[in-house]
């Protein structure tokens, strides 16, 4: 009988031997599973490799122990901040065409993973065994869950890891786009401006003049009541500029970087529209969509623009402040 799968079996049976309390303090925290440190990996035995020759070609190390060390945003190691904007905002998101070489999933238990996954991001220095996601696709499995439903690239199955609370910078001016973007600027003869501008508009109004019914209408996926709580009442809030004030605040439209992963007249996403929060936005102006999310910190609030079934819609995201913003020019 087929069944579904959450993780590999190995994984599932070492990651359960991980010990201690949750970490009370911003220090430090030192994590280890002791059943995988008796398979003999450990730090004396671990082989130390460029992040990118396991990320990329894990079929090559499968059963290793490995020592790798990064940043962690949840359960994803990635080999450095340009790494986290390749990828992208979302498990299984290719931002850009190299960031399979940038990242790599973690296997680990109790209470470490509590800690990652409560947000923020950390320094780590990781050892395990080298695994891949496509491991765990055999024919009596229908659906993986965790990290490897969203990807099927390499997986550490963690003995060791050392973590420490780290600040993410964000990114911003024409070399980082260039470098580990996903938008770039909408050309002036873009044949969407016209609708994104005045959809995008349209969005804006409802929030200075405290439509939450027509923000509803307009949004392509219902927006979560702490959504709709973020643009119209809540304080602080990145809207609260807009709110009853009728601006003409700057503005910028952002298309997909890559036109194979834009959308088309039927369904996907058409641009991003940002206006500006504070006097000057330029060179300040987000070039990912990792930096599209809204928060306090960000001096620009955006929206999605996307078509479902031929309908142009907004969507909206609340920001989790993950990445910091950079300091003022």
């Known amino acids: 009988m087929r069944r ?35 398979r003999d990996c450990s730090a004396a035995t671990a082989a130390e490799i460029p992040f990118a020759r396991f990320a990329g070609d894990p079929g090559a190390f499968i059963g290793r122990c490995l020592h790798l060390t990064g940043i962690v945003v949840r359960r994803t190691l990635f080999d450095g901040i340009d790494g986290y904007y390749r990828r992208g905002p979302y498990e299984g998101g290719r931002a850009r065409e190299d960031a399979e070489r940038s990242h790599i999933g973690l296997f680990t238990g109790d209470p470490l993973y509590d800690l990652l996954y409560k947000g923020g991001a950390f320094d780590a220095d990781v050892i ?39 600040h993410l910078t964000r990114l911003t001016g024409d070399a980082a786009r260039e470098r580990v973007g996903d938008l770039r600027a909408a050309p002036p003869d873009w044949p969407e401006r016209a609708m994104a501008t005045a959809l995008a508009n349209r969005w804006l109004a409802d929030i200075e003049t405290g439509n939450i019914a027509d923000f509803r209408t307009i949004s392509g996926r219902p927006p979560s009541d702490d959504m709709v ?72 609030v955006c929206t999605t623009i996307d078509r479902d079934n031929g309908v142009p819609l907004t969507y909206t995201e609340a920001g989790d402040a993950r990445i910091e913003e950079p300091a003022a020019p």
Do not use: K, M
């Open 4 to 38: 579904l799968a959450y993780g590999l079996v190995l994984a599932a049976a070492l990651v359960c031997g991980g010990a201690g309390a949750a970490p009370q303090t911003e220090a430090p925290y030192d994590w280890s599973n002791p059943l995988i440190a008796q």
């Open 229 to 300: 709580s973020l643009a119209f009442t809540a304080t602080p809030s990145p809207f609260e500029r807009f709110r009853g004030n009728r601006v003409q605040p700057q503005a910028a439209l952002f298309v997909p970087r890559d036109p194979e992963r834009a959308g088309n007249a039927q369904y996907g996403t058409v641009g991003v529209s940002c206006f500006c929060r504070i006097d000057d936005c330029t060179g300040r102006w987000p070039i990912s969509t990792l930096d599209t999310d809204n928060t306090v910190q960000r001096p620009y």
């Open 128 to 166: 395990g065994l080298a695994r891949a996601c496509w491991q765990l696709y055999r024919p009596d499995v229908t659906i993986v869950g965790g990290y490897c439903h969203h990807e099927n690239g390499a997986i550490l199955v963690v003995a060791s890891a050392r973590v420490t609370p780290t």
